[in-house]
T-cell receptor
Framework: AQKVTQAQTEISVVEKEDVTLDCVYETRDTTYYLFWYKQPPSGELVFLIRRNSFDEQNEISGRYSWNFQKSTSSFNFTITASQVVDSAVYFCALSERGFGGSARQLTFGSGTQLTVLP | NAGVTQTPKFRVLKTGQSMTLLCAQDMNHEYMYWYRQDPGMGLRLIHYSVGEGTTAKGEVPDGYNVSRLKKQNFLLGLESAAPSQTSVYFC??????????????FGPGTRLTVL
């Protein structure tokens, strides 16, 4: 069974601070995919990144960066120089590779509410 | 392309009433999913479909039924609504194939309240 744990329920930072959102996952699959989604107050889910299990390179996209470590089963997300517009709920998710009619469903963590104060 | 759309956006039901949520996608995707989102629990899979005419149960299927009569539509039905079904419902779709993972595209959500 798959499981995603986001231990940080709520985080509050002041604008321009750096913040890291933690994600720890469990899976028996050797090939899997990890994701981060953003859910702003408007409610829609915004895809941020997908990472394959066989690619442990860290990724940077503007102020966002992701640290994937298979040894600790973690896929952490860092926002550098946070802004008020970053305030949202952030979800980490996991999907098995699957074959044929497999659902390849996303297993979500419970989310981290990030509040960036001006 | 409209992507994934959901109808309605909001709905209030009384206990015991029935309703159907409609999800439509215009990307010719094979796979479609229904999730529910509850406070502090992330999204959980209710039912999914791997193609037209096929459906399967997800993690929390009780109290819901689904149908996929047309490839572009995935309907979620509540036969006798209960307050425990108060939630935000998200539909998603993705392309098929056994190659690299294809991203799931989400609809805007339907907020359902059962009194």
């Amino acid at each position: 069974a798959q499981k995603v744990t986001q231990a940080q329920t709520e985080i509050s930072v002041v604008e321009k601070e750096d913040v890291t959102l933690d994600c720890v996952y469990e899976t028996r699959d050797t090939t899997y995919y990890l994701f981060w989604y953003k859910q702003p107050p408007s409610g829609e889910l915004v895809f941020l990144i997908r990472r394959n299990s066989f690619d442990e390179q860290n990724e940077i996209s503007g102020r966002y960066s992701w640290n994937f470590q298979k040894s600790t089963s973690s896929f952490n997300f860092t926002i550098t120089a946070s802004q008020v517009v970053d305030s949202a709920v952030y979800f980490c998710a996991l999907s098995e590779r699957g074959f044929g009619g497999s659902a390849r469903q996303l297993t979500f963590g419970s989310g981290t509410q990030l509040t960036v104060l001006p | 392309n409209a992507g994934v759309t959901q109808t309605p956006k909001f709905r209030v039901l009384k206990t015991g009433q029935s309703m159907t949520l409609l999800c439509a996608q215009d990307m010719n995707h094979e796979y479609m999913y229904w999730y529910r989102q509850d406070p502090g629990m992330g999204l959980r899979l209710i039912h999914y479909s791997v193609g037209e005419g096929t459906t399967a149960k997800g993690e929390v299927p009780d109290g819901y039924n689904v149908s996929r009569l047309k490839k572009q539509n995935f309907l979620l039905g509540l036969e006798s609504a209960a307050p425990s079904q108060t939630s935000v419902y998200f539909c998603a779709s993705r392309a098929g194939g056994t190659g690299s993972y294809n991203e799931q595209f989400f609809g805007p959500g339907t907020r359902l309240t059962v009194l």
